[in-house]
């Protein structure tokens, strides 16, 4: 940049002028809002004021160089998704624990689902670069862990780690692209971190196959923690010389000098929301593993440790919106409520809890299983089935971005109407195709449906839930009480409540199938197994290794694959009838327009909410993220 090009920029920061971005991390300010401006600059967070100065010294090739590496750390955690997939089964299995691998998976659901809020204030509060740190840190951790561990209670604990640092990564790669690009341009590149699964759903089982051929399930943890900080080089270096760059152009001042321990600490507590955080990511924990652990329990349901667990989650639970109420409590609330009275907000949230929670009873995490043992098929085979789901939904995703963008009258809830029906039918499809004589290309093809319906629903339904947040806290008749304050005041919040909530489903569906398939399959086990092998039960429910080591056709692999075939029917069973809730959510939401002039106007049309129009800032960015 020139001196003449630095002047201009210092230029921005004279006291009473309005901001003006050139990306869209700032947008253009109304004159009138100038003074209200300055009165709120006090309020503005270090991490946001750090990448205000930055997002101005961007120059054309360090965008491109920061954008190659969002695109790199998006294909590696893409890719490493889809080889440990493949290699969770044997992990678990080879601490003779198969059964647990669903607890795995609440785990990462739990925290999945309440990391994204308190991420994403990291940011704001500390700075981009430094939030990214942490989520790099946290990964690297968990696949060493992972990589090392004895036993399954270890294995799940690494998964905690991973969880925040994955997600996180993913929340933090959609603020910078919010940072650092207008809105033109923002559909298309929040979709970036997504678009790598449309390689990576091929070739992840294919490397998890030959890892397991040539090595251990080990390595296919551990290389990640080499690779994946080499892919977030290039940008960790990019925001730190344009951290210097802003420095020597006096667009950014040394952070502000802190006041006592004490009153720096309530700040942070405040800030961060450290109780309604507490409240439910225990509540949730509390809940939802007891559910999965239940089959191991002698007394079962009757065993008062696991009841008391689940008594005192939801105690936590209605404890949390209490908290979150009273803004001497929580004066900047994990999820604030009065967004839960616009019916749109509530509706869209709720499919996406439904919808997700469909996809983890159905699909994950035995469907995977099932393949293998009751089928027969191959690692390289029975991998591409299940991430099938990963592919159609983000060609979806992309396309419905594309077509919302596009079309004359841009309404996003037929297409939300449309994802519902696509997925229940293939739910429906996997019913039909649930019987051992099953051709790959009819589970491909309900896999694909089902991928597809997910993508319309989930990039429609956010983009609705964040027009429902900008009308709603503007005193709108979308049922909401006025909130005040700008159109986009609170659509970041309300994004992450959606993502929070597809998290929640996400973890509950894995407790409800990890809850129908401990109390099944040792059972049907017991019942169906030549009296030679009744005792060797528990061995084959506890690992898919010892179960696919009986001989296809055998007396033996065919009482297993009876036992795994009647247990996933149930389960789809399961999932169809919570399909109910998820038409029934799409046909709830109200129907916005989407005017793509200037600023996007969002306006509600023909369901009773009124014909308000209010103006979205510099408009809503797609972003499409699976678990």
């Known amino acids: 940049m020139t001196a003449a090009g630095d002047d201009d920029a210092r230029a921005l920061l004279i006291p009473g002028q309005c901001d003006i ?206 690779i994946l900080p080499i892919a977030f080089l290039p940008l960790a270096l990019s925001l730190f010389l344009n951290g210097r760059k802003a420095e020597r152009m006096g667009l950014l001042t040394k952070k502000r000098q802190g006041g006592p321990a004490k009153v720096t600490a309530k700040k942070l507590f405040h800030d961060l929301d450290v109780g309604g955080t507490l409240l439910l990511s225990a509540g949730l924990s509390l809940i939802l593993i007891p559910l999965t652990l239940v ?94 789901f990963s592919f159609a939904s983000t060609i ?11 079309l004359a009258v841009p309404r996003p809830r037929p297409f939300i109407v449309t994802g519902a029906v696509l997925y229940t039918l293939a739910i429906l499809i996997l019913l039909h195709t649930r019987t051992r004589a099953a051709s790959v290309v009819s589970l491909f093809a ?29 005193g709108s008749n979308d049922g909401g009480g006025g909130g005040g304050g700008g159109g986009q005041q609170y659509v970041g919040v309300a994004t992450a409540s959606f993502l929070t909530l597809v998290q929640v489903g996400g973890a509950v569906g894995s407790a409800v199938s990890g809850a129908v398939w401990g109390r099944l399959v040792p059972g049907k086990l017991r019942e169906y197994l030549p009296e030679h092998v009744k005792g060797e039960a528990d061995k084959i429910y506890a690992s898919v290794v010892v179960a696919c080591s009986y001989a296809w056709g055998s007396p033996e692999r065919e009482a297993i694959a009876r036992s795994y075939q009647e247990t996933i029917t149930v389960l789809l069973w399961v999932a169809l009838v919570a399909c109910g809730p998820v038409l029934g959510m799409a046909l709830l939401v109200g129907d916005y327009r989407l005017d793509g002039t200037g600023k996007t106007s969002v306006r509600r049309v023909g369901d009773g909410d009124g014909d308000g129009v209010r103006e979205v800032g510099d408009g809503v960015g797609f972003c499409f993220e699976r678990a």
């Open 295 to 388: 089959s191991r329990s002698p007394s079962g349901w009757h065993d008062p440790k696991l009841l008391a667990m689940i008594l005192t989650g939801i105690v936590l639970l209605i404890l949390f919106p209490l908290w979150e109420s009273r803004p001497h409590l929580a004066p900047h609330p994990l999820l604030p409520l009065h967004l839960l009275k616009s019916r749109t907000f509530c509706a869209g949230c709720a499919l996406g809890f439904f919808y997700f929670a469909v996809f983890y009873i159905a699909v994950q995490p035995y469907f995977y299983s099932y393949l293998l043992v009751a089928l027969n098929l191959p690692v390289s085979r029975a991998g591409p089935v299940t991430q099938t």
């Open 446 to 474: 309900a896999q694909t449906v089902l991928g597809a319906g997910a993508g319309l629903m989930h990039v429609a339904t956010q983009l609705l839930v964040q027009a429902a947040a900008t009308t709603t806290t503007s």
């Open 21 to 226: 971005r050139e990306y869209g991390a700032i947008t253009a300010g109304d004159p009138a809002s100038c003074g209200s401006s300055s009165a709120a600059e006090s309020d503005v967070q270090d991490g946001v004021r750090r990448i205000e100065a930055v997002s101005r010294t961007w120059s054309k090739w360090g965008l491109v160089i920061a954008y190659m590496s969002i695109f790199l750390m998006a294909f590696t955690v893409s890719l490493e998704g889809q080889v440990t997939y493949s290699l969770s089964a044997f992990a678990v299995s080879s601490f003779n624990n198969h059964s647990l691998l669903s607890t795995v998976y609440v785990v990462q659901g739990v925290v999945n689902a309440v990391i994204k809020p308190p991420m994403a204030k990291i940011a704001d509060v500390f700075g981009r670069l430094e939030a990214f740190c942490i989520s790099i840190i946290l990964c690297i951790l968990g696949y060493i862990q992972m990589a090392a561990s004895q036993n399954v209670q270890t294995y799940a604990s690494a998964q905690i780690l991973y969880s925040a640092g994955s997600t996180g990564l993913q929340i933090l790669q959609q603020v910078f692209i919010a940072d650092t690009s207008d809105f033109l341009n923002r559909a298309l590149f929040s979709s970036l971190p997504d678009s790598p699964f449309l390689v990576t759903v091929w070739i992840g089982p294919a490397i998890a196959a030959a890892i397991l051929a040539n090595s251990s399930w080990r390595v296919g943890y551990a290389i990640w923690a080499f």
């Open 396 to 406: 979806s995703a992309l396309l419905a971005s594309l077509l919302i963008r596009r």
